[in-house]
């Protein structure tokens, strides 16, 4: 691509991002092309010539969020000509027609396979649109937005599950692993850019490597990782249960590994989980945990449930409020079913009022709130190490952290300050007594 741009081209532009860490990552690397081309990054849409909506459309909430977004966008261009409207991603992928109905205003949409086209879209140039989803490479420009000692690095793309309720392989396709050279790479570049934290994602990390026919493809991943020099934690998120792996928990044990596990069970109930095609649960489930915690101990583990599935009634969601409490998860989110057009849940319907959803949601949470509490009292007057995010604002002697049990934007903080209020240069990783505990979050003192 050429990096001139013609003389009438925007100079500006900005991006909202709207979904998951992977949406963010493509937002990176967008960025990262416009850069390329020579155009000016800002923060600030009221100052962007180019304004950039990436678009979530996994379920109704995301998609009505989305919505807002694009009015509020159309909001800000009243005048003609006066800024140009890009939406992209994976709500665009979905219902690319319907919306170009709704909102007229908008200049150029932008599906998920042509996410590196960004630039000549934009500028109306003739270009050729990608055969799948874009994935990233180790030739791809990306400008980071996370914080500068930690980044997300992205393994794959689409999902080969079949999970009844999940449109995600009708947006994106197939599961498509990345050569482990080029995540190699990436990962090197970034470390030298002074990441010490890398967060591995995708739409499901422990499959990684087998659309290639490497079973235990992440663990092989992980052990090469572990020897980027600079690179201090590593952790990935988003696996199945079914997919954890004798192998993957041996290489969990190596120190730069976060004994981390994000593993959405989604329910409890048998009957449930065979509708939703997922995984076993209950007392299988618990059992898995067990085995978890025994052969890695300390790990922290994260879940994802869904309430409102078609099915299920009072039973089924005390089992499910029953399988929460035995299990004590470190982390957990809870979200309301989504009947989503083209799955093969559709077909069900969606039975379970909106309120019920959300009873049964509130529920769990304050289950969840009390465990959360109970775990983070146990950890007062502990010593660990964290990872350094940003300054407290208006302050010198505060900072946003997290511990190695804390997933970035997803989980708790720990709010760090030093003894006597003095300031003084703050490391990435500094170690911090914990002195105070709250429902999530943590407040410590670094200690010398």
Same mark, same amino acid.
């Given at each position: ?97 319907? @919306? ?72 994106? &396709? ?7 050279? %080029? ?41 090469? *990782?572990?020897?980027?020099?600079? *690179?201090?934690?590593?952790?990935? @998120? ?47 489930? *618990? ?13 922290? @583990? ?55 959803? *959300? ?12 465990? %959360? ?6 950890? @007062? ?35 760090? %300050?030093?003894?006597? &209020? ?21 407040? &410590?003192?670094?200690?010398?």
């Amino acid at each position: 691509m050429s990096p001139l741009r013609e003389p009438d081209t925007p100079k500006s532009v900005a991006l909202i991002t709207f979904g998951c860490a992977k949406n963010l990552v493509d937002s990176e690397v967008m960025l990262g092309y416009f850069r390329r081309a020579g155009y000016d990054v800002v923060t600030d849409s009221n100052r962007a010539d180019v304004l950039v909506l990436n678009t979530c459309g996994f379920i109704r909430p995301a998609r009505e969020e989305v919505e807002r977004g694009i009015e509020d966008a159309i909001a800000l261009s009243r005048v003609p000509g006066e800024r140009t409207l890009v939406v992209t991603g994976c709500y665009v992928e979905r219902s690319m027609a319907e @919306l170009k109905q709704k909102f007229p205003e908008v200049d150029v949409w932008l599906g998920v396979r042509d996410f590196d086209k960004i630039v000549p879209a934009v500028e109306g140039r003739r270009y050729r649109h990608g055969r799948d989803a874009f994935l990233c490479g180790r030739d791809s420009p990306r400008l980071l937005s996370t914080p500068p000692s930690w980044a997300y690095l992205k393994l794959s793309e689409g999902c080969s599950h079949e999970c009844s309720f999940c449109a995600i392989p009708a947006i994106k &396709g197939p599961y498509r692993s990345r050569p482990v050279s %080029s995540i190699l790479n990436e990962a090197a570049a970034l470390a030298r850019r002074g990441v010490k934290e890398l967060n591995l994602i995708s739409q499901d990390t422990t499959f990684f490597g087998r659309d290639r026919g490497r079973r235990d493809g992440l663990a092989v991943l992980l052990g090469e *990782l572990v020897g980027v020099r600079g *690179l201090r934690w590593i952790r990935f @998120l988003y696996g199945y249960p079914d997919e954890i792996t004798p192998a993957l928990l041996e290489v969990m044990t190596e120190p730069k590994v976060c004994r981390y596990l994000d593993l959405p069970f989604q329910h409890a109930h048998p009957r449930i989980l065979k509708t939703m095609r997922r995984g076993s649960g209950g007392r299988r489930a *618990l059992a898995f945990i067990e085995r978890i915690r025994k052969t890695l101990p300390g790990v922290s @583990l994260r879940t994802s449930l869904i309430v409102g599935f078609p099915g299920e009634g009072p039973e089924e969601f005390a089992g499910l409020v029953e399988f929460v409490r035995e299990a004590r998860f470190d982390h957990l989110g809870v979200f309301g079913y989504s009947a989503e057009k083209g799955t093969a849940a559709y077909k069900l319907g969606d039975p379970v009022p909106e309120e019920e959803k *959300l009873r049964r949601q509130a529920e769990i949470m304050a289950l969840q709130a009390q465990i %959360s509490r109970e775990i983070n009292r146990r950890r @007062l007057h502990s010593r660990l190490d964290v990872l350094i995010e940003l300054p407290v604002k208006g302050r010198r002697d505060a900072w946003v952290a997290r511990a190695r049990f804390q997933a970035p934007e997803v989980d708790g903080l720990v709010r760090v %300050s030093v003894p006597g &209020g003095w300031a003084r240069h703050v490391r990435p990783i500094e170690r911090v007594e914990i002195v105070a505990t709250q429902v999530y979050d943590l407040r &410590g003192i670094i200690v010398e």
